[in-house]
């Protein structure tokens, strides 16, 4: 079977406390999907991400992105001589709350991978300055944020740093993109506008996206997969594919297919918050139907 470009192997994360989030862990993403996890609240999903991300090591099992086994606190080591000798994953995020720098504009804060994540941070202290500035403004156009770069944070709305976070997450062109309810602190329209956006920025680049979110129809516009979890301790219990054409839209939302799939995930996660409250045997992990092949 060949690997996914992340791939959680029987992961288990016990944190400090003694909190068992995840147990018997499985799942895996191909390189280019756009994969939503959802669940009861607590499950585990942002433990997910941040395993992901290297924020945490697993407690048993392995973590692999980008074809490297990621290790404690941002480490990532190579999990094969070819993978050493790949290009090293670069990834972005975005969270519920979009943290800027007060201090600096909009695209001083949207430049801020360049300046961090190599190869981009060398060129920045010398000569790219400019181009990258352009690259910033190009994105925040992309948001219809067009004209904003000068403004600071607090001169926004919330919508409007949601879709700066977007550009932020994105100006460094990563190819893993962690996305934890970056859309959950808005109202409606705008995170209906945000999907739009979310999703003809994924089109035009294709990174690899995960994402949490607790907004069902969220999760139906947007992926390609969706994956439930149980109750914590958190494994995934079942991968949904959605097949509907692209690009999405809002009058799409409303279909009766489109709802049925809402309605089916809203009773798969009810029933696993039922079964979080009663006690059972030891789990056996599920596997991901994308690793079956389907
Ligand atoms: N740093 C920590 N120390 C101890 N326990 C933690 C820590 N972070 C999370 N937990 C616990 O681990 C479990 C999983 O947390 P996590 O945030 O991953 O769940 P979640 O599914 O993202 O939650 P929600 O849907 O409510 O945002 C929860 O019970 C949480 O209380």
């Known amino acids: 079977m060949a690997q996914s470009f992340i791939q959680l192997s029987d992961v288990m994360l016990r944190y400090g406390g003694g909190t068992v989030a995840l ?3 499985t799942l895996g993403i191909a390189e280019g999907d756009f994969v939503a996890l959802v669940g009861p609240s607590g499950c585990g999903k942002s433990t ?4 992901v991300a290297g924020l945490l090591k697993p407690t048993a ?3 692999i992105a980008g074809g490297r086994e990621v290790g404690a606190a941002g480490t990532v080591r190579p999990a094969s001589a070819h993978a050493a000798a790949g290009p090293r994953l670069r990834v972005g995020l975005a969270f519920q709350n979009p943290t800027m720098m ?3 504009t909009i695209r001083e804060n949207v430049m ?3 300046k961090i994540v190599e190869p981009f941070r060398q060129d920045y202290a010398r ?7 352009e690259r910033a403004d190009a994105l925040l156009a992309q948001v219809g944020l067009r004209g904003f770069g000068d403004k600071r944070p607090w001169q926004l709305s919330g919508g409007m740093l949601q879709r700066a976070s977007l550009c932020r997450a994105l100006v460094h062109e990563p190819s893993l993109l962690l996305l934890d309810e970056p859309f959950g602190a808005l109202d409606q329209f705008t995170r209906e506008e945000l999907w739009d956006i979310m999703q003809g920025l994924w089109m035009a680049r294709r990174p690899t996206v995960l994402l949490v979110t607790h907004d069902l129809r969220e999760s ?12 914590r301790p958190g494994r995934i219990l079942e991968t949904r594919a959605v097949d509907f054409a692209r690009p999405r839209t809002l009058e799409g939302s409303y279909a009766p297919e489109f709802a049925a799939l809402v309605q089916q995930l809203r009773m798969r996660i009810a029933q696993a918050r039922r079964e979080g409250d009663t006690p059972t045997p030891a789990p056996v992990a599920a596997p991901c139907l994308q690793e079956l092949g389907a």
């Open 23 to 25: 147990d018997h862990t």
């Open 48 to 51: 997910i991400l941040k395993l």
């Open 61 to 63: 099992g392995a973590v």
């Open 102 to 104: 007060p201090w600096l």
């Open 112 to 114: 801020i991978p360049l």
């Open 127 to 133: 000569k790219k300055r400019g181009e990258y500035a």
């Open 220 to 231: 139906a516009y947007l992926a390609n997969r969706i994956c439930v979890m149980s109750s």
